[in-house]
């Protein structure tokens, strides 16, 4: 069973901060990550996608990878109410066709 | 350009009634997918077209549940003799491959009560 995993929060963090996000996964055959950002009632938006070892930055999103140590991390910087959300991580394993793995994501709340 | 647009947003049934939802996907994208997500839960899988291939149905929870694509476009998820637990907000989602690295992108999806 592959697992996608993240803490559910609600994580708070104060306007102007830095909110860090974590997933792990329980498989070594992976192949691409995202991170997708859900609003109460909505669907899910891609927010980054990362498919090799290291950083990747977006404006004000940055994306982490590990691979060795399986987890794949988002950072919000100058979080804004605007970002306040539900994250969701998703992972897509090599061997197991196409479709994308959900963790049950993480709550951000960004307050004033 | 359009997204991936869903109908009906929403939909109240009751128990042993079949339903369809439907999806019409970024025109240009060859790959659909169908997705789930209960109250409280992750987005769970239910099927996979991509172009003319098989579709990849691993996710299907029972075989009360089917679903079509017709003309490599517009796609029917079909839901016989509901049940309570089949209650979900279900999502459809479309890419430009179905690859690797490819991205997918979600429609407003359609929420089912069975009452």
């Known amino acids: 069973q592959k697992e996608v995993e993240q803490n559910s929060g609600p994580l708070s963090v104060p306007e102007g901060a830095i909110a860090s996000l974590n997933c792990t996964y329980s498989d070594r055959v992976s192949q691409s990550f995202f991170w997708y950002r859900q609003y109460s009632g909505k669907s899910p938006e891609l927010i980054m996608s990362?498919?090799?070892?290291g950083d990747k930055e977006d404006g004000r999103f940055t994306a982490q990878l590990n691979k060795a140590s399986q987890y794949v991390s988002l950072l919000i910087r100058d979080s804004q109410p605007s970002d306040s959300a539900t994250y969701l991580c998703?992972?897509?394993?090599?061997?197991?066709?196409?479709?994308?793995?959900f963790g049950k994501g993480t709550s951000l709340l960004v307050t004033p | 350009g359009a997204g991936v647009s869903q109908s009906p947003s929403n939909k109240v049934t009751e128990k042993g009634k079949d339903v369809e939802l439907r999806c019409d996907p970024i025109?240009?994208?060859?790959?659909l997918y169908w997705y789930r997500q209960s109250l409280g839960q992750g987005l769970e899988f239910l099927i996979y077209?991509?172009?003319?291939?098989?579709?990849?149905k691993s996710g299907l929870p029972s075989d009360r549940f089917s679903a079509e694509r017709t003309g490599g476009s517009v796609s029917t998820l079909t839901i016989q003799r509901t049940q309570q637990e089949d209650s979900a907000v279900y999502l459809c989602?479309?890419?430009?491959?179905?690859?690797?690295?490819?991205?997918?992108?979600f429609g407003p999806g359609t929420r089912l009560t069975v009452l």
């Open positions: 989602a479309s890419s430009d491959g179905g690859w690797g690295t490819d991205t997918q992108y």
């Open positions: 025109s240009g994208h060859t790959a």
């Open positions: 990362i498919y090799s070892n």
């Open positions: 077209f991509q172009g003319n291939s098989a579709p990849d």
């Open positions: 998703a992972v897509r394993y090599s061997n197991s066709g196409y479709a994308l793995n």
